[in-house]
């Protein structure tokens, strides 16, 4: 069976969760960067973004995550979550959240 983590920092995480288990496929939270570890694919959530970077800094994730998505795993990010994995964000202020492709 597949295994979809769901980065669960903040945000519409169980929601996502919730369909998953709706259709069958089990669906886990990820936190912290060991628990990308045998995850088929990933959800990056809807949520405010700028929050989810602070606290993706703050458990290390990024370094995980960008290894992740460069390992050619699906990801899907949904609202938030897309600007969360985008390359580059236009109008972005000076200094302004990381993003997953910086």
């Known amino acids: 069976m597949a295994v979809v983590g769901v980065l669960a920092l903040q945000g519409s995480y169980n929601e996502h969760i919730s369909a998953l288990?709706?259709?069958?496929?089990?669906?886990?939270?990820?936190?912290?960067?060991?628990?990308?570890?045998?995850?088929?694919?990933?959800?990056?959530?809807?949520?405010?973004?700028?929050?989810?970077?602070?606290?993706?800094n703050y458990h290390n994730?990024?370094?995980?995550?960008?290894?992740?998505?460069?390992?050619?795993?699906?990801v899907w990010g949904t609202c938030a979550g897309l600007i969360f994995l985008a390359n580059k964000a236009i109008g972005q202020k000076s200094g302004g959240q990381e993003l997953m492709g910086d």
Do not use: C, D, H, W
């Open 21 to 56: 288990r709706r259709i069958g496929v089990k669906g886990v939270e990820v936190r912290k960067p060991e628990q990308l570890q045998g995850l088929n694919s990933l959800i990056i959530p809807g949520g405010e973004s700028t929050t989810m970077a602070k606290l993706a």
């Open 61 to 74: 994730l990024f370094p995980a995550l960008r290894e992740f998505v460069g390992a050619g795993k699906p």
